[in-house]
């Protein structure tokens, strides 16, 4: 993944990688830490508040930089 990723990075400017939930896979940790920045996203109303957080406990205890967290599915209400 290392080599992907370094190759990737001296072609583009930024490369956005799309993932499964990082709780369901230990590999995401790994490659959550390789990168510069990890954005959680979370699913109003369907993500479960504890899953969250413990989703951005690992990642710091695994050195991803958690830089923000995008809810979608948000109502107007």
Do not use: C, W
């Amino acid at each position: 993944m290392s080599v992907i990723l370094e190759e990737a990075a001296s072609e583009y400017d930024l490369v956005v990688l799309d993932s499964p939930p990082l709780l369901g896979f230990p590999e995401l940790l790994q490659m959550a830490a390789a990168v510069d920045g990890v954005i959680v996203v979370a699913v109003a109303g369907r993500t479960n508040r504890k899953a969250l957080g413990a989703a951005v406990k690992h990642s710091k205890a695994a050195t991803a930089n958690i830089v923000g967290i995008v809810l979608n599915e948000v109502s107007g209400r």
